[in-house]
């Protein structure tokens, strides 16, 4: 049985905007996927939760993963995501921003810098990446993180750390703030008017663990999941609404960019793509029995869903076809 299996993350909108940003937007085969499919409710709230749960992996274990990837090998240590961001204060609220740029020469200075200035608590900090950067534990903290991903463009302060040790945990936090506020690197920037590094977000701790998974090949629009296929060994290719293998993936975190940066032009540009180069394809492959099911979950931190179709389901003429915009979040 030959399965295409799709992730998309940001499908349904806020009812806020849900309506005004729909308006106009021709989906009708992704809308008719969605209407003749099998619903049901995922417990899943992120990229992150999906992609750890479909790889075997403990709950956000992702630091491992992407530093593996990055270059460095995690051995026996503990790696937690510290990932450089701009936390930008408006009026009570803390906006986590992820548009800062370093360079990797400037990346790797800061955290040599930030190894010093914390060396007595034995804390080491690495950047084989200019916006991925990492901290290694002797062992794991008694924390909860959220990944970046969720917090962007949100008031981090709903966001902080959670668990018995949280409050040791932001103290750091705050003192890495006064420290990279220090820098000169991050000083020179403010001078200039730029976006500057004076955070560390951290998120996506764990120990180095091999995934496992039944997928056999995968395409996607994100390093996060490339970097999970590296790790499993699988194979990435360009995605084919004639899979040649039994279990495909297809990954598109596309629409969720678009969200986080409030674009929803973007988004409704994205969506469109989505219907030509992903729905009428599958949709067509399916009713020519290229393959037999298509499996589609909507990742939505509100309320995540699964959609199943096969080919008998595509006959189903009498299932009305609805909106997109009627798949609105509650606001």
């Excluded at 729909?22 to 809308?31: I, K, M, N, V």
């Excluded at 992120?46 to 709950?59: G, K, R, T």
């Excluded at 560390?200 to 090949?217: N, S």
């Excluded at 596309?254 to 929803?264: E, Q, T």
């Amino acid at each position: 049985m030959k399965i295409i299996h799709c992730v998309i993350t940001d499908l349904f909108l806020p009812e806020a905007v849900a309506k005004p940003v729909c308006a106009g937007l021709a989906l009708p085969t992704l809308e008719k996927i969605l209407a003749r499919s099998q619903q049901q409710t995922l417990a899943i709230a992120s990229l992150e939760d999906w992609l750890c749960q479909h790889f075997a992996l403990p709950a956000q274990a992702i630091a491992p993963i992407t530093l593996q990837a990055d270059g460095i090998a995690p051995q026996q240590n503990y790696w937690l995501r510290a990932d450089p961001v701009h936390l930008r204060l408006d009026h009570d609220q803390m906006i986590l921003q992820t548009n800062v740029n370093p360079s990797l020469a400037e990346a790797g200075e800061i955290c040599r810098y930030l190894t010093d200035y914390f060396k007595d608590s034995g804390l080491q900090f690495f950047a084989p990446h200019p916006k991925r950067w990492y901290l290694q534990l002797a062992e794991a903290p008694k924390i909860s993180t959220q990944p970046v991903s969720q917090v962007e463009g949100r008031n981090a302060r709903f966001y902080l750390p959670q668990g018995s040790e949280a409050a040791k945990w932001n103290r750091l936090s705050n003192e890495i703030q006064m420290a990279l506020f220090a820098h000169p690197l991050n000083q020179a920037a403010a001078e200039r008017g730029e976006v500057f590094i004076n955070s560390l977000w951290l998120w996506g701790g764990g120990f180095a663990t091999t995934p496992h998974t039944h997928f056999q090949q995968l395409a996607a629009d994100n390093e996060l999941a490339f970097a999970f296929a590296q790790s499993a060994s699988i194979s990435m290719q360009a995605f084919s609404a004639h899979p040649k293998v039994d279990h495909s993936l297809l990954i598109t975190e596309a629409l969720s960019v678009a969200v986080r940066r409030g674009d929803f032009y973007a988004w409704r540009e994205k969506a469109q793509q989505l219907e030509q180069q992903f729905a009428v394809l599958v949709l067509n492959g399916l009713q020519k029995g290229k393959f037999d099911q298509l499996i589609v979950d909507v990742i939505q931190a509100e309320c995540s869903s699964r959609f199943k179709l096969s080919r008998a389901h595509t006959l189903k003429f009498w299932k009305r076809t609805v909106p997109l915009d009627n798949y609105r979040l509650s606001s």
